[in-house]
């Protein structure tokens, strides 16, 4: 799928999909709230993140869109990655982390 954000052409076809996040990682598991996050990366460093979303119960139903796109700096990405539980194992491939 191919998709223009900020009069850039960005494709999920060609960028690295880094992980994709279901609705139960918000705690839903109703039809009427059915999200579909995707985080990618291009091969010049650049990440975005989509989403398909349908039901009117659906946090991007107000919208009006199927699918909405935006691009993300690193932190942006990390904190994605945070907040949706990403396994440590795939954050580490694509994150320096400090032990703590």
């Known amino acids: 799928m191919q998709i223009i954000i900020e009069s850039k052409l960005y494709d999920t076809q060609t ?3 880094i992980e994709e996040c279901f609705d139960s990682c918000f705690g839903t598991h109703s039809d009427a709230n059915r999200v579909i996050e995707r985080l990618f990366k291009t091969k010049k460093g650049q990440w975005f993140m989509t989403c398909e979303s349908w039901g ?3 946090r991007y139903h107000l919208l009006d869109v199927d699918i909405d ?3 993300m700096d690193d ?3 990390l904190v994605w990655c ?3 539980k990403i396994k440590p194992e795939i954050v ?3 994150f320096k982390l ?3």
Do not use: C, N
Request: hydrophobic share 25%; no cysteine.
């Open 82 to 84: 945070e907040v949706r």
């Open 69 to 71: 796109a935006r691009l």
């Open 92 to 94: 580490q491939k694509h």
């Open 98 to 100: 400090e032990e703590g």
């Open 75 to 77: 932190d942006q990405a």
């Open 56 to 58: 009117e119960g659906s």
């Open 15 to 17: 960028a690295k999909e």
